[in-house]
């Protein structure tokens, strides 16, 4: 939901030739532009308040060096006598019996390891095998209703764990820098560099910008559910979503209006869509009290959330992707 996946290319495109070292993805998400601009040379810095977001950029951005060895990978894999956690809790919603004993089995092998970029590397090599083996990559419904055959339902969690491990080992590199992934809320973090970036939720009256309504399996699995209180009578057993001043309109605006202010000593680029709000025009407005010029780039974006094939094609889906920059 929601990454820069698709349009990467264009956003380098326009962000190329402007003059900065140090880059700060402050709503990191899928850290796609994060990786990219790590890819690019420079030395970045992301920050998410989802944790599992946090430690896919600690994994591969902020850790330079460190992969996991075979070694590691038969620990991760070894048998041992756990709490069940998983089998409990999510017992016929999302996975079958046999998955959630592999998940409960690997999570606590994951406790164990000491390095903390090794321990990230197969966290997030978890949370790809969950997210490829789930219909539609989220956690917002019971069994599935959804398999559309394709092949990564038909493969096991292990195998899809064994993949992502070694599709993690392979964009573990050293850029030059020292780079650094966080774990904030927004509205509470401030980092200094040449260029920030912001791609915050969406906030739209037609649709939901809830992350955590989409992907709290996995934010869960990340943190162990070490201080989650599930909401025993929900379905899929969430728990209660992060608060974001980005969820209502009316906060949406003070809370792009305070990151502005509190960037405006650092080129902004701002990805943000056509049919959300604050609009074009407003942010622009916003933006021109603390910046002396800004340009608005438009990207054609066809959104097509997780695997809703059904979607893909839909002219309601069809939006222009507006591409901030204020220097």
């Known amino acids: 939901m929601g990454s820069k996946n698709k349009i990467i290319n264009e956003i380098w495109k ?9 880059f700060l993805d402050c709503f990191a998400g899928s850290n796609v532009v994060g990786y990219y601009l790590k890819c690019k040379g420079k030395r970045v810095y992301t920050n998410d308040f989802l944790t599992f977001s946090y430690i896919n950029s600690k994994s591969i951005i902020e850790n330079s060096t460190t992969i996991l060895d ?10 041992n006598y756990n709490p069940g956690f998983i089998q409990r809790t999510f017992k016929d919603i999302f996975f079958s019996e046999e998955e959630n004993k592999f998940l409960d089995k690997v999570r606590f092998n994951i406790s164990s390891i000491q390095d903390e970029y090794k321990s990230s590397v197969a966290l997030s090599a978890l949370v790809r ?9 989220v956690f917002t419904f019971v069994g599935e209703r959804y398999d559309d055959g394709r092949a990564d339902m038909k493969k096991s969690i292990e195998t899809h764990f064994i993949e992502s491990i070694n599709i993690y080992n392979k964009a573990v590199f050293d850029n030059g ?23 915050p939720p969406y906030y739209t009256p037609k649709s939901d910008n809830d992350y955590v309504r989409r992907y709290h399996f996995i ?19 969430k728990f209660e979503s992060y608060k974001s001043p980005f969820a209502k309109k009316d906060s949406a605006y003070t809370a792009f209006e305070d990151l502005f202010k509190k960037y405006k000593e650092s080129i902004i680029v701002i990805s943000y869509s056509s049919n959300c709000y604050p609009t074009k025009e407003e942010l622009t407005s916003m933006l021109l009290k603390y910046k002396n010029n800004v340009i608005v780039h ?22 222009k992707e507006y591409l901030f920059i204020g220097k």
């Open 14 to 22: 326009y962000i190329k030739d402007l003059e900065f070292e140090s």
């Open 70 to 79: 075979p070694a590691d990978i038969d620990l991760l894999l070894k048998e």
């Open 129 to 137: 095998a969950c997210l490829k083996k789930r219909s539609r990559g």
């Open 177 to 199: 820098f020292k780079n650094k992934a966080f774990n904030n809320k927004s509205e509470d973090f401030h980092i200094k560099t040449d260029l920030v970036y912001f791609d």
């Open 219 to 237: 934010e869960g699995l990340v943190k162990n559910w070490d201080g989650i209180t599930i909401q025993e009578k929900s379905k899929v057993k």
């Open 298 to 319: 438009e990207i054609d974006h066809t959104y097509s959330f997780g695997n809703q094939n059904h979607k893909i094609g839909n002219l309601n889906n069809r939006v």
